[in-house]
């Protein structure tokens, strides 16, 4: 694999042990001996036009093993960090040269024309040019059985610890939920009493009032988070990490 560093890498790898059991693994097998046996000998001329439609994709059989990664993986990894896995043809840039130069590279080495590639990047990425500096990204080669091969990485500063916790409420419905929720929850822990329940002296910290005010502040905050999603075109990284549609970051 041609990259500057291995951090997508790893990062995907770890995705891979959480996801991959062993009954997964046998039916990715399983998906590979009978996609393999459309191209037996007898089978050729019966599936011609699939057979000339896999010079577009690498054969998984001819590349390392390790750097494969299922689209499930990928999906994982682009909700966590709040990424973009992208069809290169949606792309209004231009592909960089280092990105052009592989593909030639990998066309003649396994004889092939290939045509399916994607990038694993920030949206923000996205709407710029490639070829800046601190432009981070993973760039996927489609195989022939509907999984991507990890070909280049560099950067990667889309992947450290404080976007991951930064973009942790944007997951999905549930992590937003929890979010607002505790929100909600410190707000009402650091109210005082005197501000929960006006003229009622000597209450316990843990009262009915405290908890009505819980209530209130967690409908409130949860009116105020669904106002702005709205207003500003947030969508839920579940929802957008295999979309191009344009939004704020």
Known sequence: MCAKNKLIYSALSKERSKLRNNGEKIILNVHSILNNDLYSTQKVLSNLESYNKNNEFLDEELIETENIFTQAEIKALAIKYRLRFIDTKNLKQELPFEISDLISQFNDKYGKDLKHYKMLSSYKNFKSSMNKKGFSYAFFIQTNHSNFYLAYEVNASDFSTYRKIKMWPMRNF????????????????????????????????????????????????????????????????????????????
Request: charged letters at 10%; proline letters at 4%.
């Open 174 to 249: 549930e992590t937003l939920f929890l979010s607002v929720f505790l929100f909600s929850l410190i707000i009402t822990s650091i109210l005082p009493n005197q501000l929960i329940a006006l003229n009622v002296p000597n209450l316990p910290y843990f009262n009915g009032f405290r908890f009505g005010a819980f209530f209130h502040i967690l409908i409130f905050n949860l009116g105020v988070t669904i106002f702005l999603a709205f207003s500003f075109g947030k969508n839920l990284s579940s929802g957008v990490w295999n979309s191009y549609k344009s939004e704020f970051e």
